[in-house]
C-alpha cells in the first residue's frame, strides 16, 4: 500500500510563508513525479507545481512558490513565499508512477492567507 502524507499547512497572513512536505511510503521515490495541486472551495482542482526531473508551475504562483524533493528522505516540498489570501485552498500532494501511470493523493492540508 501506498501512504501519501501532506504536512505544513496552516494559518498565515498575506505576505508570509509556509513550508509543505509530502512523505510518501513508497519505493523507488525517484520513478514518481511529485505534484502539488490545491483546491479551494467552489473550484476545480488545480496544478500549483509538478517535479520530476525538471519543474513547472502555475502562472498564479511563478516566482513565489518553489518545489523541490529528496529522494532520500522520499519527500518533497512546496516552499510558498509571498502568500496571497488567493492562496487559500487546500493542498494535495499527488505521486505518479510514470512505468505504469498510477498515481496516489494524499488526504491534503489547509492553507488559509489572512488578509
Known amino acids: 500500500q501506498v501512504q501519501v502524507v501532506e504536512s505544513g499547512g496552516g494559518l498565515v497572513q498575506a505576505g508570509g510563508s509556509l513550508r509543505l512536505s509530502c512523505a510518501a511510503s513508497?519505493?523507488?521515490?525517484?520513478?514518481?513525479?511529485v505534484g502539488w495541486y490545491r483546491q479551494a472551495p467552489g473550484k476545480q482542482r488545480e496544478l500549483v507545481a509538478a517535479?520530476?526531473?525538471?519543474?513547472v508551475y502555475a502562472d498564479s504562483v511563478k516566482g513565489r512558490f518553489t518545489i523541490s524533493r529528496d529522494n532520500g528522505k522520499k519527500t518533497a516540498y512546496l516552499q510558498m513565499n509571498s502568500l496571497k489570501p488567493e492562496d487559500t485552498a487546500v493542498y494535495y500532494c499527488?505521486?505518479?508512477?510514470?512505468?505504469?501511470?498510477?498515481?496516489?493523493w494524499g488526504q491534503g492540508t489547509q492553507v488559509t492567507v489572512s488578509s
Open positions: 499527488n505521486i505518479f508512477h510514470r512505468p505504469t501511470y498510477k498515481d496516489y
Open positions: 513508497i519505493s523507488a521515490f525517484t520513478m514518481y513525479t
Open positions: 517535479i520530476s526531473g525538471t519543474t
